[in-house]
């Protein structure tokens, strides 16, 4: 059988990682299991999974920025999902 046969040649599908290569550079957002969400700029990822964001703030509900971290490591099997091109995080008044 042909290993071309049943691939979808049109399909824009892309892997995790590849992701994450393409949104290098630019802001994230990553929300955890266990509720909690950042918003960074994606500087460095490994194959499980594990970023590191520069620039980070956790943030609320709302996207009101709660704390500012700077540079963090978020290990992999704790993120829920990551979005790229978020908006940053509105400033506490």
């Known amino acids: 059988m042909d ?23 630019a802001p994230v957002t990553v929300k955890l299991k266990d509720g909690q969400e950042y ?6 990822y490994d194959p499980t999974m594990n970023i590191v964001l520069d620039d980070s703030v956790q943030v609320d509900d709302n996207g009101n920025a709660l704390v ?7 290990r992999g099997n704790n993120i829920l999902y990551i979005a790229v091109g978020e908006s940053p995080a509105k400033s506490a008044k």
């Open 3 to 25: 290993r071309s046969q049943g691939q979808n040649k049109g399909n824009s599908f892309e892997t995790p990682l590849k992701l994450l290569k393409k949104a290098l550079n």
């Open 39 to 44: 918003k960074g700029i994606l500087n460095n």
């Open 68 to 74: 500012s971290f700077g540079k963090i490591l978020i």
